[in-house]
């Protein structure tokens, strides 16, 4: 069974730094692109972040030299550094795997979520 399963979140105070994971297991990520979408109430999910089979890494200008992607295969992992957060950044971060043309957005599998709470 595929699964990806997100976890690190928690709440810190603004300025602080937290370590997102998310654990595939199910499959091999070797081969796939991933990326982490975060959600807010009443909001569709965003892209936040996105890292090729071959560690490319792209960011969405609001994040770009405060988060970090990077990704192990061995461990089959993705990991979201998230350094300097920022009020706006309290959100439900997911994890996606696998592009997917035919979906929208356009990735195949999707964690469940963890949940970053930042404190003024």
């Known amino acids: 069974q595929v699964q990806l399963v997100e976890s690190g979140g928690g709440e810190v105070q603004a300025g602080g730094s937290l370590k997102l994971s998310c654990v595939a297991s199910?499959?091999?990520?070797?081969?796939?692109?991933m990326a982490w979408y975060r959600q807010v109430p009443g909001m569709g999910r965003e892209l936040v972040s996105t890292?090729?089979?071959?560690?490319?890494?792209y960011y969405v200008d609001s994040v770009k030299g405060r988060l970090i992607v990077s990704r192990d295969n061995a461990e089959n992992t993705l990991y979201l550094q998230m350094n300097s957060l920022k009020i706006e950044d309290a959100a439900v971060y997911y994890c996606?795997?696998?592009?997917?043309?035919?979906?929208?957005?356009?990735?195949?599998?999707w964690g469940q979520g963890t949940q970053v709470t930042v404190s003024s």
């Open positions: 890292i090729s089979s071959g560690g490319v890494e």
């Open positions: 199910g499959y091999k990520i070797s081969n796939c692109e």
């Open positions: 996606a795997s696998c592009w997917d043309s035919g979906q929208m957005p356009p990735y195949k599998y």
